[in-house]
Protein backbone atom coordinates (compact mmCIF):
# COMPACT_ATOMS: atom_id res chain seq x y z
CA UNK A 1 0.00 0.00 0.00
CA UNK A 2 1.75 3.57 -0.80
CA UNK A 3 1.29 6.13 1.57
CA UNK A 4 0.47 9.58 -0.50
CA UNK A 5 1.67 12.85 0.01
CA UNK A 6 -1.10 15.02 1.12
CA UNK A 7 -1.50 17.41 -2.09
CA UNK A 8 -3.17 13.85 -3.22
CA UNK A 9 -5.45 13.81 -0.70
CA UNK A 10 -7.48 16.53 -1.79
CA UNK A 11 -8.00 14.40 -5.80
CA UNK A 12 -7.76 10.51 -3.88
CA UNK A 13 -9.65 11.27 -1.15
CA UNK A 14 -12.51 13.33 -2.46
CA UNK A 15 -12.63 10.58 -5.15
CA UNK A 16 -13.25 7.77 -1.85
CA UNK A 17 -15.28 9.64 0.13
CA UNK A 18 -17.87 10.35 -2.82
CA UNK A 19 -17.97 6.88 -4.35
CA UNK A 20 -21.29 6.34 -3.45
CA UNK A 21 -23.03 9.53 -2.02
CA UNK A 22 -22.36 13.55 -2.35
CA UNK A 23 -24.92 16.37 -1.28
CA UNK A 24 -26.74 17.97 -3.58
CA UNK A 25 -26.33 22.08 -4.11
CA UNK A 26 -29.03 22.14 -1.43
CA UNK A 27 -27.44 19.93 1.54
CA UNK A 28 -29.55 16.86 0.59
CA UNK A 29 -27.75 13.25 0.17
CA UNK A 30 -28.07 11.94 -3.30
CA UNK A 31 -27.06 9.20 -5.00
CA UNK A 32 -23.71 10.20 -7.20
CA UNK A 33 -25.60 9.69 -10.37
CA UNK A 34 -27.81 12.21 -9.60
CA UNK A 35 -25.46 14.53 -8.27
CA UNK A 36 -25.96 17.10 -10.66
CA UNK A 37 -29.65 19.06 -9.96
CA UNK A 38 -28.94 22.26 -8.63
CA UNK A 39 -25.62 22.61 -10.28
CA UNK A 40 -24.65 23.38 -13.69
CA UNK A 41 -21.50 25.00 -14.34
CA UNK A 42 -17.75 23.54 -14.31
CA UNK A 43 -16.11 24.28 -11.06
CA UNK A 44 -19.16 25.17 -9.49
CA UNK A 45 -18.33 24.49 -5.79
CA UNK A 46 -21.16 22.83 -3.11
CA UNK A 47 -20.27 22.13 0.53
CA UNK A 48 -21.26 18.38 1.69
CA UNK A 49 -22.66 17.17 5.05
CA UNK A 50 -19.61 16.74 6.45
CA UNK A 51 -18.45 20.31 5.45
CA UNK A 52 -16.11 19.39 2.50
CA UNK A 53 -16.24 21.87 -0.54
CA UNK A 54 -16.58 20.03 -3.39
CA UNK A 55 -16.14 21.58 -7.23
CA UNK A 56 -18.05 19.92 -10.11
CA UNK A 57 -15.89 18.43 -12.83
CA UNK A 58 -17.69 17.75 -15.88
CA UNK A 59 -17.43 14.73 -18.26
CA UNK A 60 -15.35 15.61 -21.49
CA UNK A 61 -11.84 15.34 -22.94
CA UNK A 62 -8.89 17.88 -23.11
CA UNK A 63 -5.42 17.48 -23.96
CA UNK A 64 -3.38 17.17 -20.44
CA UNK A 65 0.80 18.33 -20.27
CA UNK A 66 2.72 21.04 -21.67
CA UNK A 67 3.38 21.32 -25.64
CA UNK A 68 6.79 20.70 -26.92
CA UNK A 69 7.60 24.13 -27.45
CA UNK A 70 6.61 25.41 -24.23
CA UNK A 71 9.53 27.60 -22.58
CA UNK A 72 10.54 25.14 -19.27
CA UNK A 73 8.95 22.47 -20.17
CA UNK A 74 10.34 19.33 -18.18
CA UNK A 75 10.94 15.95 -19.96
CA UNK A 76 7.98 14.07 -18.33
CA UNK A 77 5.40 16.50 -19.06
CA UNK A 78 4.53 15.11 -22.46
CA UNK A 79 0.77 15.79 -23.33
CA UNK A 80 -1.63 12.91 -23.56
CA UNK A 81 -5.46 12.78 -24.34
CA UNK A 82 -7.64 12.76 -21.13
CA UNK A 83 -11.25 11.30 -21.26
CA UNK A 84 -13.81 12.13 -18.31
CA UNK A 85 -16.72 9.80 -18.99
CA UNK A 86 -19.00 11.13 -16.22
CA UNK A 87 -19.34 13.77 -13.96
CA UNK A 88 -17.63 14.01 -10.68
CA UNK A 89 -16.85 16.73 -7.66
CA UNK A 90 -13.32 16.68 -6.57
CA UNK A 91 -12.61 17.78 -3.25
CA UNK A 92 -11.19 21.65 -3.48
CA UNK A 93 -8.64 20.98 -0.83
CA UNK A 94 -7.01 18.14 0.64
CA UNK A 95 -8.66 16.21 2.92
CA UNK A 96 -8.45 16.78 6.26
CA UNK A 97 -7.55 14.05 9.31
CA UNK A 98 -11.54 14.99 10.69
CA UNK A 99 -13.02 14.58 7.59
CA UNK A 100 -11.39 11.02 6.79
CA UNK A 101 -11.62 9.52 10.20
CA UNK A 102 -15.79 10.69 9.97
CA UNK A 103 -15.92 8.74 7.09
CA UNK A 104 -13.51 5.61 7.39
CA UNK A 105 -13.61 5.26 10.81
CA UNK A 106 -9.27 5.08 11.22
CA UNK A 107 -6.84 7.21 11.94
CA UNK A 108 -3.67 5.78 9.88
CA UNK A 109 -1.58 8.72 11.20
CA UNK A 110 -1.47 7.95 15.07
CA UNK A 111 2.07 7.02 16.20
CA UNK A 112 3.65 8.63 12.94
CA UNK A 113 6.67 10.82 13.70
CA UNK A 114 6.90 14.13 12.39
CA UNK A 115 2.93 13.98 11.69
CA UNK A 116 1.01 16.71 13.42
CA UNK A 117 -2.77 15.10 14.27
CA UNK A 118 -5.43 17.24 14.88
CA UNK A 119 -9.00 17.36 13.13
CA UNK A 120 -7.97 20.24 10.67
CA UNK A 121 -4.60 18.93 9.56
CA UNK A 122 -4.21 17.15 6.38
CA UNK A 123 -5.01 13.54 6.33
CA UNK A 124 -1.29 12.97 4.91
CA UNK A 125 0.34 9.19 5.25
CA UNK A 126 -2.61 7.70 4.87
CA UNK A 127 -2.79 4.42 3.27
CA UNK A 128 -4.78 3.69 0.06
CA UNK A 129 -5.53 0.18 -0.98
Do not use: H, Y
Amino acid sequence: MPILPGSLWGILGACILLSAWTSNSFGQEVPKESASPGVSKPGEVITNSIGMKLALIPSGSFTMGSPLDEPGRMKDENQVAVTISQLFFLGVTEVTQGQWTSVMGTTLWKGRVGVQQGPKKPGDLCKVG
